[in-house]
């Protein structure tokens, strides 16, 4: 138990719609990163969010954006979707803001299966 | 740029080790980690190692560090069944922002 949660497990949508995801992370986690995990994949990273400011994006295209809240809560939003979005997308906190010489353990949920017809 | 390779899976028998291969890119990364994922689960850190050590060892788990070759390696004594799943290597990026994962080896534990 991570103390992460995400919801909803699964979605499906269709191509060209509109998606939300939320995170509910570990009380005190002021980092949140969002990764996407296409079938057969490891994860590749989103971006991430330290104190609501995004602090750092991987190599995705401006329709992917999010949000994180003070009460440790974040969504991922994804505009306009197309089939390849189809993957599970895990939410990760962690106490401080990433540096790479730092030890900071990521604390996954068991993430949000999206599904794009 | 960052990259992570590792073969795509590994069949043992209950009782035997399980050695599961790494590879990375960035020299200059300062922790690496192992992570497990079981099935409809998010993944689970398993253990890491910092880059000015060779060898880990927690319990059952033994990480070894060849930081020449960049090679990194994770062995599983007495592998259970309880121990498939699909296992990831991964670095953290230059800014220390993100993890980079491998696409993961997949255990496969027959009794």
């Known amino acids: 138990e991570t103390g992460v949660t995400q919801s909803p497990t699964h979605l499906i949508k269709t191509r060209g719609q509109q998606v939300t995801l939320r995170c509910s992370s570990q009380s005190g986690h002021n980092t949140v990163s969002w990764y996407q995990q296409a079938l057969g994949q490891g994860p590749q990273f989103i971006f991430q969010y330290y104190r609501e400011e995004e602090n750092g994006r991987g190599n995705f295209p401006p329709r992917f954006s999010g949000l994180q809240f003070p009460n440790y809560s974040s969504e991922l939003n994804v505009n306009a979707l197309e089939l390849d979005d189809s993957a599970l997308y895990l939410c990760?906190?962690?106490?401080?803001?990433?540096?790479?010489?730092?030890?900071?353990?990521?604390?996954f949920g068991s993430g949000t299966q999206l599904s794009v017809l | 740029g960052e990259d992570v390779e590792q073969s795509l899976f590994l069949s043992v028998r209950e009782g035997d080790s399980s050695v599961i291969n790494c590879t990375y890119t960035d020299s200059s990364s300062t922790y690496l980690y192992w992570y497990k994922q079981e099935p409809g689960a998010g993944l689970q850190l398993l253990t890491y190692?910092?880059?000015?050590?060779d060898m880990k060892q927690d319990q059952r788990l033994t990480v070894l560090l060849n930081k020449k070759d960049k090679h990194l390696s994770l062995r599983i004594a007495d592998t259970q069944t309880g121990d498939s799943a699909i296992y990831f290597c991964a670095e953290r990026n230059q800014a220390g922002t993100a993890l980079i994962f491998g696409k993961g080896t997949t255990l496969s534990v027959s009794s």
């Open positions: 990760a906190s962690s106490p401080g803001r990433g540096q790479s010489y730092s030890n900071e353990k990521l604390f």
């Open positions: 190692i910092f880059s000015n050590m």
